[in-house]
């Protein structure tokens, strides 16, 4: 073998490990943008304690869609009654309810057992 020709083989297998090399990161690439292109936001779910006679801290992020677990910690029933009534979830002591969200905004509710118990719930459009 002459110098030349070591040199010329090893520039042609630098250029093929170039070639894999962009082509993997393209290919890639591609996968991770088709990722995130076909990716619809699912709804989310979001936990509200109520427990020592008031609801907890509320969610943040909450969404048109998702859903709204209500906890009640208590030994007596609660609700959380929306002023608009867009919702009204009945809550034995101990169990937990559920509901959909399914208007923007900001949403006061209470719970129609207990005039303290007041709260506000936030959600975005989609």
Same mark, same amino acid.
């Given at each position: 073998? /002459?110098?030349g020709?070591l #040199? =010329?083989? %090893?520039?042609?297998?630098?250029?093929?490990m +170039? +070639?894999?090399?962009l082509?993997? =990161?393209a @290919? $890639?690439?591609?996968? $991770?943008?088709? =990722? #995130?292109?076909?990716?619809?936001? &699912?709804?989310?779910?979001? *936990?509200? /304690?109520?427990?020592?006679? #008031? %609801?907890?801290?509320?969610?943040?992020?909450?969404? *048109?869609?998702?859903?709204?677990?209500? @906890?009640?910690?208590?030994? @007596?029933?609660? /609700?959380?009654?929306?002023?608009?009534? #867009?919702?009204?979830?009945?809550? $034995?002591?101990?169990? /937990?309810?559920?509901? +959909?969200?399914?208007?923007?905004g900001?949403i006061? %509710?209470?719970?129609?057992?207990? &005039?303290?118990?007041?709260?506000? $719930?936030? @959600?975005?459009?989609?």
């Amino acid at each position: 073998m /002459t110098p030349g020709s070591l #040199s =010329g083989s %090893f520039d042609v297998r630098l250029g093929r490990m +170039r +070639r894999a090399t962009l082509l993997g =990161g393209a @290919v $890639l690439g591609l996968a $991770l943008s088709a =990722g #995130s292109a076909m990716s619809t936001d &699912a709804p989310g779910e979001h *936990v509200v /304690t109520m427990g020592n006679m #008031s %609801f907890g801290k509320m969610p943040t992020g909450v969404k *048109v869609g998702d859903a709204i677990v209500w @906890v009640n910690r208590d030994t @007596v029933p609660h /609700t959380a009654t929306a002023r608009d009534k #867009s919702f009204d979830v009945r809550v $034995l002591a101990g169990q /937990t309810g559920r509901m +959909r969200v399914k208007k923007a905004g900001t949403i006061p %509710f209470y719970c129609i057992y207990h &005039a303290a118990m007041r709260g506000s $719930l936030t @959600v975005a459009a989609q």
